[in-house]
């Protein structure tokens, strides 16, 4: 069974903090992807990478940061956490090719105070 | 760049009555379109997807799919809602040969009535 796995369901953090995410993968895939989900604007990509040690931005980037340095795992990092940065983030994987079904983490639901 | 609407927030049906959750597409070449859906406190379990081929897709849980290539839809049935079927539902289109660059609707809360 597929399997995407993210540290922390629940993070509470203060502004100014450093956070770390973590996701891993168990199905050798080379694409990973970091998205936030809001109401009411579904889910918004952040960044994502297609190999180890590559990384690409996607729609919102702006104060986050990211690192593979593993093929199976991918960080989503926040510098310096702002209370605009609360929401649902969702880690997903998929291998390379047109029909690689995207494969989802159960998300992490961060509040910063 | 491609995107896509769910014009429904939140719709509400009757355990046993029929489905339906509209998307729409905007995208000037053939799509990949994904439907999606998150149960409470999960992550998003892909339910079915349109690649080529026969416009009706089916998929899990009973649930199936018509693309309309004419009307930019690719509407969400099911003929039967079951109360386990209350969720978030998202429509997803990427590009054909990028489909790094998936774009996500706002999602269709569906609640089911008793």
């Known amino acids: 069974d597929v399997k995407v796995t993210q540290s922390s369901r629940y993070l509470v953090k203060r502004t100014g903090e450093k956070v770390f995410l973590e996701c891993v993968q168990d199905?050798?895939?080379?694409?990973m992807f970091w998205y936030r989900q809001d109401p009411g604007l579904g889910l918004r990509l952040i960044y994502f990478?297609?190999?180890?040690?590559?990384?690409e931005k996607g729609d919102i980037p702006e104060g986050y940061s990211v690192s593979r340095e593993k093929k199976e795992r991918f960080s989503l990092i926040l510098e310096s956490a702002s209370t605009n940065q609360t929401s649902m983030y969702l880690c997903?994987?998929?291998?390379?090719?047109?029909?690689?079904?995207?494969?989802f983490g159960p998300g992490t639901r961060l509040l910063v105070l | 760049a491609q995107s896509v609407t769910q014009p429904d927030i939140h719709i509400t049906v009757s355990e046993g009555a029929s489905l339906e959750l509209r998307c729409n597409y905007s995208?000037?070449?053939?799509?990949?379109l994904f439907w999606y859906v998150q149960s409470p406190g999960q992550g998003l379990q892909l339910l079915l997807k349109?690649?080529?081929?026969?416009?009706l897709v089916q998929g899990i849980k009973g649930f199936e799919a018509e693309f309309k290539r004419s009307q930019s839809s690719f509407n969400l049935r099911k003929p039967s809602v079951h109360w386990s079927d209350a969720a978030e539902y998202f429509c997803?289109?990427?590009?054909?040969?990028?489909?790094?660059?998936?774009?996500f609707g706002a999602g269709t809360r569906l609640t089911v009535k008793p």
């Open positions: 199905m050798d895939h080379e694409n």
């Open positions: 997903a994987s998929r291998r390379t090719g047109p029909l690689g079904t995207q494969y």
């Open positions: 990478s297609y190999d180890v040690k590559m990384k």
């Open positions: 995208y000037g070449a053939t799509p990949y």
């Open positions: 997803a289109v990427a590009a054909l040969g990028n489909n790094n660059d998936m774009r």
């Open positions: 349109y690649f080529s081929g026969d416009t």
